[in-house]
């Protein structure tokens, strides 16, 4: 006799082992099908529910699914409860077997009892395939609109499974969204409010449609705000705030980029903000949708304020739930509205010290785009205090951050200097190449902060610090700046000049440190042959110092080897050693990011153009140092390095060309003078080379005919969008391949074009060197224009034609404008 579902959950739980469990399952297993062949079983239903809890347990059960489908067959509400439970459980919507519940479903879905026509729609939206939605969508339909609010509901849910499978029927349910939004009945209207998001996610364009709703949205919002107590609705005192979420949700979707649907909302939103009571989870829950959708469209200033101040209220919240979510929220905001979050900076920092690691570090991350030039200073002290407590993982990165945040927005260099210092002391392990660039940058480029770096940093070194960025730093500065260390002590240093034996002898003690890595060595090294020239008066140190550099010529180290070596014999070339060893110029620390930014934005295929980038202008042909000659401001540098006097760099030959003949007026040495060939110089350009002859790889072709040097008519290189460029192309008299372009930008439109970035791309059979525009600003209505100079390199000239890939970033009118295009409309000869 076959047994009630609780008495074989008894059954089952009394198991001691699991193979006892096993045969209590068979046994039943093999009772039910006895009982399934029983064509007049009136307890089908609960040998179902049986299976339904052995499914649970693990078993093989789809012996039984076609007994599921018997029962919805089935008259009785209880047979067909259970079959429709089993066939959501057995089946999916993979199963062919589920065409045969097709025709049960469409007459369950006519029923005049309520409750069976919401089975059907539960099994409708749980597991229909797309064939089983479109044909029965029609009748969903009906029952969407009809009088009966339990019937709706069910019937709205199930319209999100049929838009799923079948998206083409996103208009069909249109039309009925009027009339479901009309129903006083909550359930039907939380419903709706579900199906319109589905509709606006399955098909985009329905969002303009259904902007003419918002009216009605907002009543019902406006509705429940006011409305007093409402116990059918009522949690914690807050009148159904599952209904007023989805409405804050779906109002969101429809006022994004639409200002006239956006104004509509702000007086909703304003009481919303002002008349939620915020002492329970619901009403925060309210809130938090509230400050979501007012930062989300296009409302006044005063009302992102207000929502602002909601997420500071949550932040002095005692739950962690919920000052997270606010630490979270302010961070996507704060580019929107960076004042109104900086009234909250003082609570922001105070949940550095939360308990709770993770509110810490979204508190990090949000005081890190807090900072800014007026608050650096007070913001930095707190993260100084939080390095000091933080977990030792995140400590490297904590540092590195400060030293970004000090580096871009300090505006007093010596506080610069003194944070980065106490920032790096309480981070022994990190380590930073580009951390010692900077500060080399920052020091190299401001005289009257050399003395006062170089001293503190000595301080360190003193104080036998072990961190290796300090380390590199203290060793570099008293290299470079060796005779200000010894000549007096600048104002805001308390510690006392020392002497150059002291010195040496401190930097010998780094470099027999175990703590000194070979990098940190190698500075020192530097350091000791510079303050050769810097100690120059002091014979003790010298002696000291050469001492060092021949104990390491023996290193094992192959770099600390062949730089003491180097060095020992340049200490003996007195003609050129104070010339070698003169200090550092100033240089600016290379914005890597914009590098990088700027070469993903011009990156292309494989076959594609190659990029314009210092690393491949630095490894280009010899023809670039033709086509691209130093400024007059710069000098050269061998000649600075060998005491001579500031001259043009020397041409080079080109691949496939002659070399280029010297300038007039160089009035410097030769090349093969400096190494001590003295051959003459070339008296005239010898004609182009195949390069196949010079491989030995054929015949020579016959070069084609050089262009004349000279300049062409300027032509328009591109005109979009009222911007037009025009390119003014002049050839190199010593090497026709090579051609100089001047590109000028007007604009006609009314608005001035910011921000412009002007980039190009060439071909591999091509080089590029770029010079900076003249403005980043276009001014309007053609009353001005921004030029920008180009070469172009053509390894192939007379074979391939000049092409160039150009991409033109800027703002007008506030909308950022991207454009890119291909230059190929040349004049002949170039």
């Known amino acids: 006799?076959?047994?009630?579902?609780?008495?074989?959950?008894?059954?089952?739980?009394?198991?001691?082992?699991?193979?006892?469990?096993?045969?209590?399952?068979?046994?039943?297993?093999?009772?039910?099908?006895?009982?399934?062949?029983?064509?007049?079983?009136?307890?089908?239903?609960?040998?179902?529910?049986?299976?339904?809890?052995?499914?649970?347990?693990?078993?093989?059960?789809?012996?039984?699914?076609?007994?599921?489908?018997?029962?919805?067959?089935?008259?009785?509400?209880?047979?067909?409860?259970?079959?429709?439970?089993?066939?959501?459980?057995?089946?999916?919507?993979?199963?062919?077997?589920?065409?045969?519940?097709?025709?049960?479903?469409?007459?369950?879905?006519?029923?005049?009892?309520?409750?069976?026509?919401?089975?059907?729609?539960?099994?409708?939206?749980?597991?229909?395939?797309?064939?089983?939605?479109?044909?029965?969508?029609?009748?969903?339909?009906?029952?969407?609109?009809?009088?009966?609010?339990?019937?709706?509901?069910?019937?709205?849910l199930c319209c999100i499974r049929i838009l799923r499978k079948c998206p083409e029927l996103c208009d069909t349910f249109l039309e009925r969204i009027g009339t479901l939004l009309g129903s006083r009945n909550h359930a039907v209207l939380l419903t709706c409010l579900k199906l319109m998001r589905e509709m606006c996610i399955t098909e985009p364009a329905m969002i303009e449609q259904l902007r003419r709703h918002t009216p009605t949205l907002i009543a019902a919002l406006k509705n429940l705000v006011l409305s007093g107590y409402a116990p059918e609705h009522d949690v914690h005192g807050i009148v159904d705030p599952f209904l007023q979420v989805e409405i804050l949700t779906m109002l969101r979707v429809l006022g994004r980029g639409h200002s006239e649907t956006s104004d509509q909302m702000n007086d909703i939103l304003a009481q919303v903000a002002t008349n939620t009571e915020s002492a329970k989870n619901a009403g925060n829950a309210i809130l938090y949708e509230c400050v979501l959708t007012i930062m989300a469209i296009e409302v006044e200033s005063g009302l992102r304020v207000l929502a602002v101040n909601i997420l500071g209220r949550f932040l002095i919240n005692r739950d962690n739930n919920i000052r997270y979510v606010a630490l979270n929220t302010l961070h996507k905001v704060i580019a929107q509205d960076t004042q109104a979050v900086q009234r909250h900076r003082n609570t922001i920092v105070d949940c550095l010290k939360d308990n709770d690691s993770s509110i810490r570090q979204r508190a990090l991350e949000l005081v890190y785009a807090l900072v800014n030039e007026a608050n650096v200073k007070v913001l930095v002290k707190e993260l100084l205090s939080y390095l000091l407590a933080c977990d030792v993982e995140f400590k490297d990165e904590l540092t590195q951050r400060i030293c970004t945040v000090v580096e871009k927005f300090s505006t007093d260099k010596e506080w610069h200097?003194?944070?980065?210092?106490?920032?790096?002391?309480?981070?022994?392990?990190?380590?930073?190449?580009?951390?010692?660039?900077?500060?080399?940058?920052?020091?190299?480029?401001?005289?009257?902060?050399?003395?006062?770096?170089?001293?503190?940093?000595?301080?360190?070194?003193?104080?036998?610090?072990?961190?290796?960025v300090l380390l590199q730093l203290?060793?570099?500065?008293?290299?470079?700046?060796?005779?200000?260390?010894?000549?007096?002590?600048?104002?805001?240093?308390?510690?006392?000049?020392?002497?150059?034996?002291?010195?040496?002898?401190?930097?010998?003690?780094?470099?027999?440190?175990?703590?000194?890595?070979?990098?940190?060595?190698?500075?020192?090294?530097?350091?000791?042959?510079?303050?050769?020239?810097?100690?120059?008066?002091a014979p003790d140190s010298l002696a000291l110092i050469?001492?060092?550099?021949?104990?390491?010529?023996?290193?094992?180290?192959?770099?600390?080897?062949?730089?003491?070596?180097?060095?020992?014999?340049?200490?003996?070339?007195?003609?050129?050693?104070?010339?070698?060893?003169?200090?550092?110029?100033?240089?600016?620390?290379?914005?890597?990011?914009?590098?990088?930014?700027?070469?993903?934005?011009?990156?292309?295929?494989?076959?594609?153009?190659?990029?314009?980038?210092?690393?491949?202008?630095?490894?280009?042909?010899?023809?670039?140092?033709?086509?691209?000659?130093?400024?007059?401001?710069?000098?050269?540098?061998?000649?600075?390095?060998?005491?001579?006097?500031?001259?043009?760099?020397?041409?080079?030959?080109?691949?496939?060309?002659?070399?280029?003949?010297?300038?007039?007026?160089?009035?410097?040495?030769?090349?093969?003078?400096?190494?001590?060939?003295?051959?003459?110089?070339?008296?005239?350009?010898?004609?182009?080379?195949?390069?196949?002859?010079?491989?030995?790889?054929?015949?020579?072709?016959?070069?084609?005919?050089?262009?004349?040097?000279?300049?062409?008519?300027?032509?328009?290189?591109?005109?979009?969008?009222?911007?037009?460029?025009?390119?003014?192309?002049?050839?190199?008299?010593?090497?026709?391949?090579?051609?100089?372009?001047?590109?000028?930008?007007?604009?006609?439109?009314?608005?001035?074009?910011?921000?412009f970035n002007f980039q190009v791309a060439v071909p591999k059979y091509m080089k590029l060197q770029m010079s900076p525009a003249s403005s980043s600003t276009v001014p309007p209505s053609n009353s001005g224009k921004v030029t920008q100079t180009f070469k172009v390199a053509n390894s192939m000239h007379g074979q391939k034609p000049v092409l160039l890939r150009i991409k033109i970033d800027y703002s007008a009118g506030g909308q950022a404008v991207s454009e890119q295009g291909q230059v190929d409309n040349f004049p002949p000869g170039i």
């Open 417 to 468: 200097v003194d944070t980065i210092i106490q920032t790096l002391s309480a981070s022994t392990s990190f380590e930073s190449e580009e951390t010692v660039c900077s500060m080399i940058a920052l020091i190299t480029s401001t005289p009257e902060l050399q003395a006062y770096a170089t001293h503190k940093l000595y301080a360190k070194l003193a104080d036998q610090t072990n961190q290796p």
């Open 474 to 537: 203290a060793v570099w500065c008293v290299g470079e700046y060796g005779e200000m260390l010894i000549g007096g002590v600048p104002a805001g240093v308390e510690a006392e000049a020392p002497d150059p034996q002291t010195v040496v002898e401190l930097l010998t003690s780094v470099m027999r440190s175990p703590v000194a890595d070979v990098t940190t060595k190698e500075y020192t090294i530097n350091a000791f042959v510079k303050l050769t020239t810097r100690f120059a008066n």
């Open 546 to 755: 050469h001492k060092q550099l021949a104990a390491y010529s023996c290193s094992m180290s192959l770099e600390l080897q062949q730089r003491s070596v180097e060095y020992s014999s340049l200490l003996k070339l007195d003609a050129i050693r104070a010339g070698v060893l003169e200090r550092m110029p100033a240089f600016a620390k290379k914005d890597r990011q914009a590098a990088a930014a700027a070469a993903a934005a011009l990156a292309m295929d494989g076959d594609g153009p190659s990029r314009g980038s210092a690393s491949e202008l630095m490894a280009a042909p010899a023809v670039m140092a033709a086509a691209a000659p130093a400024p007059p401001s710069e000098m050269d540098l061998l000649g600075d390095i060998l005491g001579g006097s500031p001259a043009p760099a020397p041409a080079m030959p080109a691949m496939g060309g002659a070399p280029a003949a010297p300038p007039p007026a160089a009035g410097g040495m030769d090349l093969l003078d400096l190494l001590g060939g003295g051959g003459p110089p070339a008296a005239a350009a010898a004609p182009p080379v195949d390069a196949m002859a010079m491989l030995g790889m054929g015949g020579a072709a016959p070069a084609p005919p050089p262009a004349a040097p000279g300049s062409f008519p300027p032509f328009q290189a591109w005109n979009k969008n009222g911007l037009q460029i025009e390119f003014a192309c002049t050839k190199d008299a010593s090497n026709p391949s090579v051609t100089a372009i001047e590109a000028s930008f007007t604009s006609a439109q009314p608005t001035p074009l910011t921000g």
């Open 1 to 156: 006799m076959s047994i009630r579902l609780r008495e074989l959950i008894r059954n089952v739980r009394s198991c001691k082992t699991q193979a006892d469990e096993r045969a209590c399952i068979h046994k039943e297993c093999a009772s039910i099908r006895t009982a399934f062949k029983d064509e007049n079983n009136e307890l089908r239903h609960r040998n179902v529910a049986k299976l339904l809890f052995i499914h649970m347990l693990g078993y093989p059960t789809h012996w039984g699914q076609m007994e599921c489908l018997k029962l919805i067959a089935g008259s009785k509400f209880l047979e067909k409860r259970i079959g429709y439970l089993g066939l959501m459980i057995l089946l999916d919507e993979r199963q062919e077997v589920l065409m045969l519940v097709e025709n049960s479903l469409k007459n369950d879905l006519q029923s005049s009892n309520q409750y069976i026509a919401g089975l059907a729609c539960c099994a409708i939206g749980n597991i229909s395939s797309a064939e089983i939605c479109r044909d029965l969508s029609p009748e969903v339909e009906k029952l969407m609109v009809g009088s009966n609010p339990f019937v709706s509901k069910k019937a709205s």
